[in-house]
């Protein structure tokens, strides 16, 4: 079988443009599922073009809830932020929530026209602008943008505030993207991971209560951002391509 490398080469050699791939690639490559594995103290999942989650490692379980109660149709991170059940805490008057949200939208954009032969992401598209008036005033912008590296300040329902880069790594051979929860070198944020990772799992949250608790922390009127380095206050999003 042809690689897509090898497939893109053909084509062009051939003189033609390469045919666009019907729907986004959902085999996560082992080598992947291997990495997620040794990242014991790092949150990381995989999500295909659509924001589905595919694949996750224990930790991110955290920050998640365990997907694996959650049918697979239903795993799905951009549909968590904009259903109405899950807008809560006020979270939308947050800068950082909004332009998270807007760069998200504009990711599904891309791939929508990534993959116009998928009738998933169509059905997806279609449901949350008949549910959230929200994602069809941020869709109708027709912004088009890719998920890159994203600084984040979230409350955990569990730990409390933590902050972290969420880094964005593109898998060329399947067009998946793998997320990673970067913590500050000696910050409480890194600790916190930690005293996660030696958490049990029984303790980790529900699916739902992960959607909508671990968002972008709205600060205080009196509060100082912080830096990633600095945040947290020792005793301790869920989104995502971040």
Not at 85 to 90: I, K, L, Q, V
Not at 125 to 153: M, N, T, Y
Not at 191 to 220: G, I, K, M, N
Request: charged share 25%; with cysteine; net charge negative.
């Amino acid at each position: 079988m042809l690689t897509i490398d090898e497939r893109e080469y053909l084509f062009r050699i051939a003189g033609e443009n390469p045919l666009p791939s019907l729907r986004p690639n959902r085999e996560v490559p082992p080598a992947i599922r291997v990495l997620l594995d040794t990242l014991t103290e790092t949150p990381a999942y995989v999500m295909d073009a659509k924001y589905d989650v595919l694949a996750w490692n224990r930790l991110a379980t955290f920050f998640t809830g365990d997907l694996s109660a959650v049918p697979e149709s239903r795993r799905n991170l951009i549909r968590w932020m904009f259903l109405p059940e899950n807008d809560t805490h006020g979270r939308w008057g947050d800068p950082d929530t909004v332009s998270f949200a807007r760069a998200s939208v504009a990711d599904l954009r891309a791939a929508y026209a990534q993959y116009p032969g998928d009738p998933d992401i169509g059905r997806l598209v279609a449901e949350l602008l008949d549910a959230s008036p929200r994602f069809a005033e941020i869709w109708a912008a027709h912004e088009v943008e890719v998920r890159r590296r994203i600084v984040k300040r979230v409350d955990h329902p569990i730990a409390g505030p933590v902050a972290f880069d969420c880094q964005v790594l593109h898998i060329p051979d399947t067009d998946q993207r793998l997320i990673i929860y970067c913590a500050e070198p000696g910050s409480a944020t890194q600790e916190t991971f930690r005293r996660l990772a030696r958490t049990p799992l029984s303790e980790a949250p529900s699916p739902h209560t992960a959607a909508d608790d671990c968002h972008p922390r709205v600060p205080a009127a009196a509060e100082t951002p912080q830096r990633p380095d600095t945040a947290g206050t020792g005793s301790g999003p869920l989104e995502s391509r971040g």
